[in-house]
């Protein structure tokens, strides 16, 4: 006796199809589970053997051999286990094989026959759209975010033979209260008293998506002007969601009312994590890293001294491609890592960095300055001094421009640079920043100078230009990029590196 059905199983932040094939021959009873099955899926013969008993389900004192297609790939987790139960049932005429070729079985089965929850609901059930798919009640809210085919629930393994009988009803409706991931990162920028170069930085960088890194002695205030980065954000737009919650949903978090996760993301992870924690991978599993549970928002960085140099170098090629790509010996994957990087560091190991003020010797500023690699400070766009505020600032009532105001600024620069070539100022190749942003003649001769002294590398030339087009967006400037708008873009790229070996750095 033979039952194939449809099922899914989950690579890095994508689902893969799996066809469930169950054979229940003679010989001896036995169970075996081939098609390259991880620890878990072999584990499944125990999980279907109890809920099948516990729902009042015959198991087959048969020879049972299931085969999980194409045999070719790693198959990981207990979302087959649903399928696995179903084609038992199949094998057995207790379920007709002709009603399985319209559905599509996701879940993960308790002992007690309940469908539980699995990682990954939104990507596994978008690797299933040509059929009805079943899924646990708990995953039916972010399984229907991204899809326009049915899914259905229900809450134990005998209602799902129950509705496939015609005796039962499927659940359809989502569930009523589901929590968003970053709402409570969005604070408000009217909290920061002074800084007003920072905060200037700051909307440039939500503006034109660019990387930005604050420099400064502890108290000054970088953690929480990075914080409020994320509130000048616009909200993500449909095909940003759809990638967002796969991805978040391949790491089981919380998601939005409506299923899709439509505010941009917000990670600080600590500067303690591995490099598989940063950038994604594993052996089996293939997890997303914060860079790219990050995409489409922001990934923050404090002490980014404290980190490992190996884990920051990991970032230049993400940051370059916006994605990342991670080889194994049996599979490699593809993730997204369009995220915006921000990173706050103190000028030496002490915090202070000016003279007079510095504890600091010259072995010790050396070996944190080897930190920071030449090719990782150069992809920020931004690097800004920031100075602890002054007393009047400190203690005055007047508040400053609160993240409404300075959103609405940002979205206007955002519009003003979608309509020219459907991308932020950051996104734009050579030919399109020639376009987009041609330089004045004194412009010209300025940028000229720049690079003739060495201030600037290839990489650092298109870069300036790329934030004074997005300053001069901000503006409200004409379609020619002015001198004004080249120095505050230079002003604003801090050599960090050169001021570290020469303690002349202003904070």
């Given at each position: 006796?033979?039952?194939?059905?449809?099922?899914?199983?989950?690579?890095?932040?994508?689902?893969?199809?799996?066809?469930?094939?169950?054979?229940?021959?003679?010989?001896?009873?036995?169970?075996?589970v081939v098609g390259q099955p991880d620890e878990v899926c072999r584990e499944s013969r125990d999980r279907v053997r109890a809920a099948l008993l516990s729902c009042g389900l015959p198991w087959p004192t048969r020879r049972i051999t299931v085969n999980l297609a194409p045999t070719g790939d790693r198959k990981s987790g207990a979302c087959l286990d649903l399928a696995i139960a179903i084609g038992l049932l199949?094998?057995?005429?207790?379920?007709?094989?002709?009603?399985?070729?319209?559905?599509?079985?996701?879940?993960?089965?308790?002992?007690?026959?309940s469908l539980r929850p699995v990682r990954g609901?939104?990507?596994?059930?978008?690797?299933?759209?040509?059929?009805?798919?079943?899924?646990?009640?708990?995953?039916?809210?972010?399984?229907?975010?991204?899809?326009?085919?049915?899914?259905?629930?229900?809450?134990?393994?005998?209602?799902?033979?129950?509705?496939?009988?015609?005796?039962?009803?499927?659940?359809?409706?989502?569930?009523?209260?589901?929590?968003?991931?970053?709402?409570?990162?969005?604070?408000?920028?009217?909290?920061?008293?002074?800084?007003?170069?920072?905060?200037q930085a700051l909307e440039i960088s939500a503006a034109g998506s660019h990387h930005l890194l604050l420099v400064g002695p502890p108290g000054a205030g970088k953690t929480m002007l990075a914080e409020r980065l994320v509130g000048l954000l616009p909200p993500l737009n449909d095909e940003q969601a759809i990638s967002a919650t796969m991805i978040h949903s391949s790491v089981q978090t919380e998601f939005s009312n409506d299923g899709l996760i439509r505010s941009a993301p917000f990670r600080a992870p600590h500067h303690s994590s591995s490099m598989i924690a940063m950038v994604g991978g594993g052996t089996a599993l293939m997890r997303p890293g914060e860079i790219s549970l990050a995409?489409?928002?922001?990934?923050?960085?404090?002490?980014?001294?404290?980190?490992?140099?190996?884990?920051?170098?990991?970032?230049?090629?993400?940051?370059?491609?916006?994605?990342?790509?991670?080889?194994?010996?049996?599979?490699?994957?593809?993730?997204?890592?369009?995220?915006?990087?921000?990173?706050?560091?103190?000028?030496?190991?002490?915090g202070e960095g000016s003279p007079g003020a510095?504890?600091?010797?010259?072995?010790?500023?050396?070996?944190?300055?080897?930190?920071?690699?030449?090719?990782?400070?150069?992809?920020?766009?931004?690097?800004?001094?920031?100075?602890?505020?002054?007393?009047?600032?400190l203690i005055s009532p007047v508040s400053g421009e609160s993240t409404i105001v300075v959103a609405a600024r940002v979205a206007t620069a955002?519009?003003?640079?979608?309509?020219?070539?459907?991308?932020?100022?950051?996104?734009?190749?050579?030919?399109?920043?020639?376009?987009?942003?041609?330089?004045?003649?004194?412009?010209?001769?300025?940028?000229?100078?720049?690079?003739?002294?060495?201030?600037?590398?290839?990489?650092?030339?298109?870069?300036?230009?790329?934030?004074?087009?997005?300053?001069?967006?901000?503006?409200?400037?004409?379609?020619e990029i002015d001198t004004q708008h080249l120095q505050l873009a230079l002003m604003l790229r801090v050599d960090l590196a050169a001021g570290l070996r020469t303690r002349e750095m202003v904070f």
């Amino acid at each position: 006796m033979f039952a194939s059905v449809r099922s899914a199983t989950l690579l890095g932040v994508r689902g893969s199809r799996v066809d469930v094939e169950v054979h229940a021959g003679i010989g001896l009873p036995g169970f075996t589970v081939v098609g390259q099955p991880d620890e878990v899926c072999r584990e499944s013969r125990d999980r279907v053997r109890a809920a099948l008993l516990s729902c009042g389900l015959p198991w087959p004192t048969r020879r049972i051999t299931v085969n999980l297609a194409p045999t070719g790939d790693r198959k990981s987790g207990a979302c087959l286990d649903l399928a696995i139960a179903i084609g038992l049932l199949a094998a057995q005429e207790i379920l007709s094989v002709e009603i399985l070729t319209q559905f599509a079985f996701i879940a993960e089965l308790g002992l007690d026959g309940s469908l539980r929850p699995v990682r990954g609901a939104t990507p596994l059930v978008l690797a299933t759209t040509d059929r009805k798919t079943v899924v646990a009640l708990e995953n039916l809210g972010e399984a229907t975010a991204a899809t326009t085919t049915q899914v259905f629930a229900t809450q134990t393994l005998f209602d799902v033979v129950e509705c496939l009988s015609g005796r039962g009803v499927w659940q359809t409706a989502p569930p009523k209260k589901v929590l968003s991931t970053v709402t409570k990162f969005a604070r408000d920028l009217a909290d920061v008293q002074g800084q007003p170069a920072a905060r200037q930085a700051l909307e440039i960088s939500a503006a034109g998506s660019h990387h930005l890194l604050l420099v400064g002695p502890p108290g000054a205030g970088k953690t929480m002007l990075a914080e409020r980065l994320v509130g000048l954000l616009p909200p993500l737009n449909d095909e940003q969601a759809i990638s967002a919650t796969m991805i978040h949903s391949s790491v089981q978090t919380e998601f939005s009312n409506d299923g899709l996760i439509r505010s941009a993301p917000f990670r600080a992870p600590h500067h303690s994590s591995s490099m598989i924690a940063m950038v994604g991978g594993g052996t089996a599993l293939m997890r997303p890293g914060e860079i790219s549970l990050a995409s489409h928002g922001v990934l923050f960085l404090d002490e980014l001294g404290e980190f490992a140099p190996s884990v920051l170098d990991a970032l230049r090629q993400p940051l370059e491609q916006g994605i990342v790509r991670i080889a194994r010996a049996r599979t490699s994957v593809v993730m997204p890592a369009e995220f915006l990087l921000v990173a706050a560091a103190n000028p030496c190991p002490c915090g202070e960095g000016s003279p007079g003020a510095c504890s600091c010797d010259d072995a010790a500023r050396t070996r944190y300055l080897r930190r920071f690699s030449a090719p990782l400070l150069d992809r920020f766009d931004l690097r800004v001094a920031v100075s602890r505020p002054n007393t009047s600032d400190l203690i005055s009532p007047v508040s400053g421009e609160s993240t409404i105001v300075v959103a609405a600024r940002v979205a206007t620069a955002r519009k003003l640079a979608f309509a020219r070539f459907g991308c932020t100022n950051s996104a734009l190749t050579r030919q399109q920043l020639d376009i987009a942003a041609p330089l004045s003649k004194q412009a010209e001769q300025l940028l000229r100078k720049e690079l003739e002294a060495g201030r600037l590398t290839g990489r650092g030339y298109h870069r300036v230009r790329r934030v004074a087009r997005t300053i001069a967006d901000l503006a409200g400037a004409p379609h020619e990029i002015d001198t004004q708008h080249l120095q505050l873009a230079l002003m604003l790229r801090v050599d960090l590196a050169a001021g570290l070996r020469t303690r002349e750095m202003v904070f």
